[in-house]
């Protein structure tokens, strides 16, 4: 049984709760907190939008679905960019997966400090990049300092943390389009949005997003889930990309088909959006990509009209160097 | 996150912070009117959602280092990822700071290095080097000190608050 307090009569817990009663509560304390959390994450933020004041445009590639191919996409729109003279700069947001470096060329590159920020290593066609292949040993797969239990319920923040990071810390300059390549998941394209949206009363978005699918059922109704997420978070321009839209073959301009699925055009009706591009499976294409050495606009085989004719339309399009205001 | 001290009722001060290495923290806090001193220990997983945030308890007393958060906390990065410092601290005990001027009204001076406090610098961890090196540096200008020596890094250390460094 609990005895009374001598002094009041009261149980120590009825004493404690009393006390509890008097003591001010945190709005009511007045001065400088601390530690200033919200002034850190303030300047992370400010970095943020002081780094991005310099990009002419975000350009997004995203799927949702993996294996579709969103990084092939991302390496060659960025060559064929800069060979038509932008000022391009890659972000490799697939932290777990990188593969920029490898396709850009730049795998293996030192990166630089300077007062200012990380200067990016430099690829294919002056293409300047970041991603975490450049950070980490070949083959060892991506690991972050932290309790082994749980780490579900801080690794997200963590990787959201190194891809504000990616885009904050890094000395892009003045560059026309500063290219994301997102990760698989849904997920990850919502998180992107709230990243970049918190950055200030702009509330900033992408300038272009492009889906990438495949002619896959399977493919087609995880890219609707990502339209949708888009379309919710009032992203005003998307594309869709239709990835290994059959099998080109050598001198014939007909393509063979590669799967059974809908066509990225009918993916494109269902969901609502506007088919961009249909890229062919090239061989040739796919080797010299895995080889750092991006198509791009080069030569005249089917994949590189695809890409010229995409890169016009990112000019021309919010953002875009040609774009009509 | 605030301490009260009751009896006083008085905002307690932040005074100290030590990082076991075990992944938690040790935040000290003291009352100004009593001097009453207590300890928030934080476990690892507290210390891993704040620092996730890529804040620093007790406020951040010297710049962020650009790629800060990632490049702490990779778990196996790779050791050739920056360009190396190495060339610009061994062996150039004599060279001046490439440091840019600032907006310190101080009369910007030719600061170099002993190899004692290159040697000390060097046991710096890597990815926060250069950080510290421009702090140490930057601390030397405005102090109006033209060789930084061991001694010099010490003082440093206590007027700007950065024990552990």
């Not at chain 1, 300047?43 to 975000?58: D, F, T, W």
Request: overall charge negative.
């Amino acid at each position: 049984m609990t005895e009374p307090n001598s002094d009041s009569g009261n149980t120590p817990r009825e004493a404690s709760a009393t006390r509890a009663h008097t003591v001010r509560s945190y709005a009511d304390l007045t001065g400088e907190v601390e530690s200033k959390i919200v002034e850190q994450i303030g300047e992370q933020h400010a970095r943020l939008v002081s780094r991005l004041s310099e990009v002419g445009a975000i350009i997004v590639i995203a799927s949702g679905k993996g294996g579709v191919g969103k990084s092939a996409v991302t390496a060659n729109l960025a060559v064929a960019l800069a060979t038509r003279g932008a000022r391009v700069g890659a972000v490799d947001a697939d932290l777990n997966g990188p593969s920029l470096g490898k396709m850009l060329g730049f795998l293996g590159n030192q990166l630089e400090d300077r007062p200012d920020g990380v200067v990016p290593a430099v690829g294919v066609a002056g293409v300047k990049g970041i991603s975490t292949d450049l950070l980490i040993e070949e083959g060892v797969p991506l690991r972050w300092k932290g309790p082994d239990h749980d780490q579900f319920v801080w690794q997200g923040v963590t990787e959201a943390v190194a891809l504000r990071e990616f885009i904050s810390d890094v000395v892009w300059g003045a560059i026309d389009y500063l290219i994301i390549d997102l990760p698989p998941g849904t997920d990850k394209i919502g998180r992107f949005l709230d990243l970049v949206s918190e950055v200030g009363p702009s509330h900033l978005q992408p300038d272009q997003v492009l889906l990438v699918t495949i002619p896959s059922e399977v493919a087609g109704a995880v890219v609707a889930r990502s339209a949708t997420q888009l379309l919710e978070g009032g992203v005003p321009c998307i594309g869709l990309i239709g990835n290994m839209a059959g099998y080109a073959q050598p001198g014939r301009d007909d393509l063979l088909p590669l799967f059974t699925g809908p066509s990225a055009g009918d993916i494109a009706d269902r969901v609502g959006l506007e088919l961009w591009s249909e890229i062919p499976f090239d061989p040739v294409f796919g080797s010299r990509t895995d080889n750092g050495d991006p198509i791009g606009t080069e030569g005249d085989s089917i994949v590189a009209q695809v890409f010229t004719d995409l890169a016009e339309r990112v000019e021309h399009g919010p953002g875009g160097r040609e774009e009509e205001k | 996150m605030k301490f009260l001290c009751v009896q006083c009722d008085e905002v307690m001060s932040f005074s100290d912070r030590d990082l076991p290495g075990d992944g938690t923290i040790t935040a000290l806090f003291s009352c100004g009117a009593c001097g009453r001193e207590m300890a928030m220990l934080t476990n690892p997983m507290e210390t891993q959602l704040v620092t996730s945030l890529g804040v620093e308890i007790g406020g951040r007393t010297v710049p962020e280092q650009p790629l800060q958060q990632t490049r702490s906390r990779l778990d196996a990065p790779r050791d050739d990822a920056f360009a190396d410092e190495e060339a610009s601290l061994a062996g150039d005990p004599g060279s001046s700071s490439t440091i840019p001027a600032t907006e310190h009204e101080f009369v910007r001076i030719r600061v170099t290095w002993t190899s004692e406090a290159t040697d000390r610098l060097a046991g710096v961890p890597k990815f926060v080097r250069g950080m510290v090196k421009r702090i140490y540096t930057e601390y030397a200008q405005e102090k109006q000190i033209e060789v930084i020596t061991p001694d010099v890094m010490d003082r440093a250390r206590s007027d700007l608050g950065l024990e552990g460094m």
